[in-house]
């Protein structure tokens, strides 16, 4: 009987929050940064709120923040060749994210997500997120996982002395995360490819292809995203390759990518019924003859 009181409670003082939010939400202009300070309370203080039922007030929040970032991708109407993320205003990801966790701090999900989502926008707070859920979560290697792959963002973004040390706490990272138990050996192998080439598209492809596991559709998209741009890029430096060859032994660029459909077969590119090579998602791709160079079709909707 207690117990059904205290969630009556609960739900009853949540619910009170939803007309006081949309009341806000009419009253204040969507396109002002007011939308961004809207309807909070500290994390300490929801977790008093809730009685104890502290997983049922961090789900609640938890679905807050994913449709809070799913609004933002909507109303950016970022989709397809555009399909990044990193350049929409979310001012509000890193806070409800810290509401889910201190109110939770097991709510495993909530760090996964702050790792693919928050570094590009604020990297202090992605990696605050993550030495949280580490030190409140020590036995999740993937948490470590994402920690490393925070850092590795940051090196790709850095040059020179920066980079270095940016690519060395990713390879500690994996390095910590593969001694925890049940992870797997690839962790070993991350680290190593952190150190001897980080910026590669090796180490790119290697890192994304072990978030397809994940269990939040936001960051397999993600990844998937990320897998196929890379492999684009593989198919046009190949393709560019062929074009030099054909340039070298012709002394001219070749006027139609046609002409070298049958090395195109040979190589295992996927091709379109006229035998131009596609990227991932089945564009064919653009060939500047003037340059000798392909480029991504313009209606392609692999990301830039």
């Known amino acids: 009987m207690k117990n059904f009181v205290l969630v009556g409670?609960?739900?009853?003082?949540?619910?009170?929050?939803?007309?006081?939010?949309?009341?806000?939400?009419?009253s204040s202009p969507r396109d002002t940064i007011s939308e961004e300070n809207l309807y909070f309370a500290s994390g300490p203080g929801i977790k008093k709120m809730s009685l104890g039922l502290d997983a049922l007030a961090a789900d609640i929040y938890w679905i807050r923040t994913v449709q809070y970032?799913?609004?933002?991708?909507?109303?950016?109407?970022?989709?397809?060749?555009?399909?990044?993320?990193?350049?929409?205003?979310?001012?509000?990801?890193?806070?409800?994210?810290?509401?889910?966790?201190?109110?939770?701090?097991?709510?495993?999900?909530?760090?996964?997500?702050?790792?693919?989502?928050?570094?590009?926008?604020?990297?202090?707070?992605a990696t605050a997120l993550l030495e949280k859920g580490i030190r409140e979560n020590p036995n999740h290697w993937r948490l470590y996982q994402d920690l490393a792959y925070i850092y590795w963002q940051a090196g790709n973004a850095a040059q020179g002395d920066e980079q270095a040390g940016y690519y060395a706490k990713a390879a500690e990272w994996y390095n910590l995360g593969a001694a925890v138990e049940g992870a797997p050996e690839w962790m070993k192998d991350l680290a190593g490819l952190m150190?001897?080439?980080?910026?590669?598209?090796?180490?790119?492809?290697?890192?994304?292809?072990?978030?397809?596991?994940?269990?939040?559709?936001?960051?397999?998209?993600?990844?998937i995203d990320r897998l196929k741009q890379i492999r684009s890029l593989d198919d046009m430096d190949a393709i560019d390759s062929l074009l030099a060859l054909y340039k070298q032994a012709t002394g001219a660029c070749?006027?139609?990518?046609?002409?070298?459909?049958?090395?195109?077969r040979s190589m295992n590119f996927s091709l379109q019924e006229e035998g131009l090579p596609v990227d991932p998602d089945g564009f064919a791709y653009e060939y500047d003859a003037g340059r000798c160079k392909t480029t991504l079709n313009r209606w392609s909707t692999i990301p830039r």
């Open 254 to 264: 070749p006027s139609d990518l046609r002409v070298l459909t049958p090395k195109f």
């Open 195 to 223: 150190m001897m080439k980080g910026r590669s598209r090796d180490a790119a492809r290697a890192v994304y292809s072990a978030y397809l596991a994940s269990e939040d559709a936001n960051v397999r998209k993600q990844a």
């Open 69 to 125: 970032f799913g609004r933002k991708v909507i109303d950016s109407g970022v989709t397809g060749a555009s399909g990044a993320t990193k350049d929409i205003r979310m001012d509000l990801l890193a806070p409800l994210l810290n509401i889910v966790v201190a109110i939770d701090p097991h709510h495993i999900p909530a760090y996964h997500f702050g790792a693919i989502f928050l570094p590009e926008r604020d990297l202090p707070a």
């Open 9 to 26: 409670m609960l739900a009853a003082g949540l619910a009170a929050l939803y007309p006081m939010q949309r009341w806000i939400d009419s």
